[in-house]
T-cell receptor
């Protein structure tokens, strides 16, 4: 069975600081990995995905994630946080149309 | 925008009453999903559909049923609502994108069972 674990249910950074949201996965087959963002009272929006084409994946809004097979990780980063990045972020793993989500990390950005 | 709407967007109901939530898509996607979102659990799959009249259970299907009589509509029914079913419910569709699938989500329905 596949699963993801997000380390840290809440992360707080200052505006302009590095954002690092951690995700580790477990999968018996080569995984497809995703990061989604959810703004208050909205559905989930796809930020980026990994499909084995490149280990460093760039997404929308300046976010990127690096797939590290040796560490079974797919951490999400952004060099400089903006107030508008405050949201909840979900890591997900998928195979054969079956997608499993992590518990989510709420990002707070302080002015 | 994947053309997904959910209705109602908010509902308050009493324990023991039946409730039906509707998901509507405009782009004829084959796969549709119902998830519930609860704090500390992320999104958990309730049921999914892979075509008209073709559905299957997810990891938290107890107490829920679904129907899909048309490609564009996927209904989630709580036969007898319980307080544990208070949650935010999301519908999603799956789209082929390159070598993988991507899921796109509706705006959600907030259900409160009193």
């Amino acid at each position: 069975a596949q699963s993801v674990t997000q380390l840290g249910s809440h992360v707080s950074v200052s505006e302009g600081a590095l954002v690092l949201l951690r995700c580790n996965y477990s999968s018996s087959v080569p995984p497809y990995l995703f990061w989604y963002v959810q703004y208050p009272n909205q559905g989930l929006q796809l930020l980026l995905k990994y499909t084995s084409a490149a280990t460093l994946v760039k997404g929308i809004n300046g976010f990127e994630a690096e797939f590290k097979k040796s560490e079974t990780s797919f951490h999400l980063t952004k060099p400089s946080a903006h107030m508008s990045d405050a949201a909840e972020y979900f890591c997900a793993v998928s195979s054969n149309n079956d997608m499993r989500f992590g518990a989510g990390t709420r990002l707070t950005v302080k002015p | 925008d994947a053309g997904i709407t959910q209705s109602p967007r908010h509902k308050v109901t009493e324990t023991g009453t039946p409730v039906t939530l509707r998901c509507h898509q405009t782009e004829n996607h084959r796969y549709m999903y119902w998830y519930r979102q609860d704090p500390g659990h992320g999104l958990r799959l309730i049921h999914y559909s892979y075509g008209v009249k073709d559905t299957d259970k997810g990891e938290v299907s107890d107490g829920y049923s679904v129907s899909r009589s048309k490609t564009e509509d996927f209904l989630l029914t709580l036969e007898s609502a319980t307080s544990s079913q208070t949650s935010v419910y999301f519908c999603a569709i799956s789209v082929v994108a390159g070598v993988s699938y991507e899921q796109y989500f509706g705006p959600g329905t907030r259900l409160t069972v009193t």
